[in-house]
């Protein structure tokens, strides 16, 4: 089964840490996709550019109407994801738990619902 986890943390004191220590959160993290990889539980993973590049689309009574910025004002932002292959919820969260931006903010963990009629990746 297939689950992906959002990785949130607070976008402001992430960018308070040290370059070294960004690098190496990000290189922590390229690690552990290339081990999911080695496993077959890699499917794709990214960090998210910067909330302020955000934009919402919301359509109400068949009108488009763009907000720049966050959906929603909160401490943490969502900062990537990692989509993974798992035998069962429990796997998944063990999963979570390795990423780095666990430390400092938190992952989300949901089960994708398989849609059956959707292009091959």
Same mark, same amino acid.
């Given at each position: 089964?297939?689950?992906?986890? *959002? $990785?949130?943390?607070?976008?402001? #004191?992430? !960018? ?13 993290? +390229? ?23 955000? =934009? $919402?689309?919301? +359509?109400?009574d068949g009108?488009?109407? +763009?907000?720049? !910025?966050?959906?929603?004002? =909160?401490? &943490?932002?969502? #900062?990537?994801?990692? *989509?993974? &292959? #798992?035998?069962?919820?429990?796997? #998944?969260? !063990?999963?979570?738990? @390795? ?10 963990? @949901?089960? +994708?619902?398989?849609? =059956? ?5």
């Open positions: 089964m297939k689950y992906l986890l *959002l $990785v949130h943390h607070n976008e402001a #004191a992430f !960018g308070q840490f040290s370059e070294a220590t960004r690098k190496g959160m990000l290189a922590e993290s +390229v690690q552990l996709t290339h081990t999911l990889h080695t496993d077959g539980q890699y499917v794709h993973a990214s960090p998210l550019q910067s909330v302020a590049t955000a =934009t $919402v689309v919301r +359509v109400r009108k488009s109407f +763009v907000t720049d !910025g966050p959906f929603v004002e =909160t401490h &943490e932002q969502l #900062a990537g994801y990692f *989509l993974v &292959e #798992a035998k069962d919820k429990d796997e #998944a969260i !063990g999963i979570a738990a @390795r990423i780095p931006g666990a430390r400092i903010g938190a992952v989300e963990v @949901r089960p +994708v619902t398989e849609i =059956t009629g959707l292009p091959a990746v």
